[in-house]
């Protein structure tokens, strides 16, 4: 099950920052992420996201391809191409997967302008490591699905706080 993480900072660039320590981490399998998001709120309130990956871009050559491909039968590859290309861009544009855009702008107008929210898709975590390795870089947790043990102990790791004991059992 995948879990929700939303974390805001007071600039774009500690955003994404953090985003590839993040990204670092994954390389080392210390955590898994299906996906990473950085909104930026402008000073007109117009919000930016920076995603990992460009749907439009993808789809656009990939559409490219296949268009050039079956223009080739038709013996028209450049129309075929255009047509693909556009094709491609505009079902790019449209797809959307992990966390949805609208959710990220919807949440984002809440951030001062000028700052920036750090969206996060945790697939699976080594929550000490991960919690080891983002200890003091700051930032304010605006929503989460974890259960309020892990909460609390990400939110004390982003302070630079040691995380708060667990309750001892009852003998």
């Known amino acids: ?7 805001a900072f007071p600039s774009e660039q500690k955003a994404e920052e953090v ?12 955590i898994a992420l299906g996906d990473a998001v950085v909104a930026v709120k402008h000073e007109d309130g117009s919000i930016k996201l920076n995603q990992l990956i460009n ?16 223009g080739l039968i038709f013996l028209m590859p450049v129309v075929g191409a255009a047509v ?9 544009k449209l797809s959307d997967f992990g966390i949805d855009d609208n959710f990220i702008k ?5 951030i001062s ?15 000490d490591k991960v919690l080891e390795d983002l200890k003091g870089v700051g930032g304010t947790v605006l929503r989460t699905s974890f259960d309020k043990t892990k909460e609390e102990a990400i939110r004390a790791a982003l302070a630079g706080n040691p995380p ?3 309750p001892s059992p009852a003998a």
């Open 113 to 127: 302008p000028g700052s920036a929210a750090l969206f996060l898709l945790v697939k699976k975590m080594t929550t």
């Open 164 to 166: 708060p004991a667990a």
């Open 19 to 30: 985003r590839s320590k993040l990204l670092e981490m994954q390389k080392e399998y210390v």
């Open 84 to 92: 693909g290309a556009a094709s491609g861009a505009i079902g790019g």
């Open 1 to 7: 099950m995948n879990d929700l993480l939303v974390i």
């Open 106 to 110: 919807e949440v984002s107008a809440a």
């Open 55 to 70: 749907t439009t871009a993808i789809g656009a050559a990939s559409g490219a391809f296949w268009g050039t491909l079956i």
